[in-house]
């Protein structure tokens, strides 16, 4: 496995959250989850968190340019310098470029792209469990579909995107965490 600037993609409740921090932690690299960040912001009070609240309770995404100014704060700190993991971001063909264009005036490149795949009902049944223990407010039923016709009109067309770039691996997100993470491994070597 010698990736070390790499992103998960992959419907809500896939897993990328869970593997993102699994192999963060494995290769000492930090996790970038920009909706952890957006939840900080939220709790926090602060100018993104109020631009943001609205959309994520609804399931919607929050604006390009939101998202793509906290990404790229957090891909700025030295931290990233060695190496990370992407964690729902981008999310979206304007974020995908701005990341690249991010990357390319730091003098480095995205080398991997894993997206989980995993079919819809399995993720909504998922979701729906998780939402009973977290008590997340963007996890009822209505919110969980809204997020799921998201991810395909928005985000998946990025598969084919990295899939074009030859960075693509593309691994079964169905199965226990070890299976998953073990796929993946196999997919970043
Ligand atoms: P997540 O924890 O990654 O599922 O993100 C939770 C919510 O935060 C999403 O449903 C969106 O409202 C928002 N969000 C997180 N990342 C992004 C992104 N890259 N672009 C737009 N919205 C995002």
């Not at 729902?88 to 304007?94: H, I, L, N």
């Not at 995205?110 to 979701?127: G, I, K, W």
């Not at 016709?149 to 990295?162: E, K, M, N």
């Amino acid at each position: 496995m010698s990736a070390r600037r790499m992103l998960l993609l992959g419907p809500p409740g896939a897993g990328k959250g869970t593997q993102a921090l699994r192999l963060a932690a494995k290769l000492g690299i930090p996790q970038i989850s920009t909706g952890d960040m957006l939840r900080e912001a939220v709790a926090a009070g602060t100018d993104v968190g109020r631009q943001a609240q609205g959309y994520m309770d609804r399931g919607e995404l929050v604006p390009d340019a939101v998202v793509i100014g906290v990404a790229e704060e957090r891909l700025s700190q030295g931290d990233a310098e060695s190496g990370f993991v992407l964690d729902g971001f981008p999310r979206t063909a304007a974020q995908a470029e701005a990341l690249d264009a991010l990357l390319a005036r730091m003098g480095t490149n995205l080398e991997r792209c894993v997206a989980l795949v995993a079919d819809e009902d399995s993720l909504v049944a998922r979701l729906l469990g998780r939402a009973q223990i977290e008590g997340r407010s963007d996890d009822s039923e209505e919110t969980i579909r809204t997020r799921m016709g998201v991810y395909r009109a928005q985000t998946a067309p990025l598969v084919d995107y990295y899939r074009k770039r030859g960075i693509l691996g593309e691994v079964d997100g169905l199965g226990s965490i070890e299976e998953v993470a073990k796929r993946i491994e196999e997919a970043l070597s």
